[in-house]
């Protein structure tokens, strides 16, 4: 056994991860500097507390063992997962059929608002397009829950139940 000390350098990281051959995106990972090899996926990363604050998925590494950066789904992330299989055998999540992404400096004068989530695409026939969602618009409030970013969005979406009915507030040209 072994364990190794670093900080937490970022949060709220995106990435694509990937074996070479399938590949996964991640749009909240943290990102530590502790060293992280190949082979520790899975392994837990703790606060100075001793709590459990994420599970190591990855390293950016070019050279195959650690540089520096490594990276940790959140453990909330993990639970939520951890009782879907618990409970259903599989994990399912929400979905609105758009690619979202955070509202740029550029954008804010355009749209009205610095915060919510810009609709870049949305997907011909998904439920975004059916509830009349169009690229361009901004989505600020999901079933109650305030959207402040790309992040917000897809945790919110992804935590809701397939095939659930919810109230959607987004700005369409300022309004």
Same mark, same amino acid.
């Given at each position: ?8 350098? #970022? ?15 991640y749009p909240s990972l943290i *990102?530590?500097? =502790? =060293? ?5 996926? !899975? !392994? ?13 998925? #990855?390293?950016?590494?070019? +050279?195959?063992t650690s540089v520096g950066i ?7 992330? =993990? ?9 259903? !055998?599989? &994990? ?8 979202? *992404? ?8 355009? &749209?009205?608002?610095? +915060?919510?989530?810009? &609709? ?7 439920? =975004? ?5 169009? #690229? ?6 999901? !079933? ?12 919110? &979406?992804?935590? +809701? ?15």
């Open positions: 056994n072994t364990m190794t000390t670093g900080i937490v350098s #970022a949060l709220h990281r995106k990435s694509d991860i990937s074996d070479g051959v399938t590949g996964r995106f *990102q530590t500097d =502790a =060293a992280i090899n190949r082979g520790n996926s !899975g !392994g837990p990363l703790f606060n100075i507390k001793g709590e459990l604050i994420g599970i190591n998925v #990855a390293i950016y590494s070019p +050279t195959g490594g990276y940790a789904i959140p453990s909330n992330t =993990a639970k939520y997962v951890s009782d879907q299989l618990i409970a259903k !055998g599989k &994990v399912t999540r929400g979905s609105l059929g758009l690619v979202p *992404q955070d509202i740029t400096a550029d954008e804010r004068g355009i &749209v009205g608002t610095s +915060t919510g989530a810009y &609709v870049k695409e949305v997907v011909v026939g998904g439920p =975004a397009d059916k509830g009349g969602i169009q #690229a361009g618009d901004v989505i600020t409030k999901i !079933g109650g829950t305030p959207i402040v970013d790309e992040i917000t969005l897809r945790d919110t &979406v992804g935590s +809701t139940a397939p095939g659930s009915k919810v109230d959607i507030n987004y700005l369409r040209d300022g309004k």
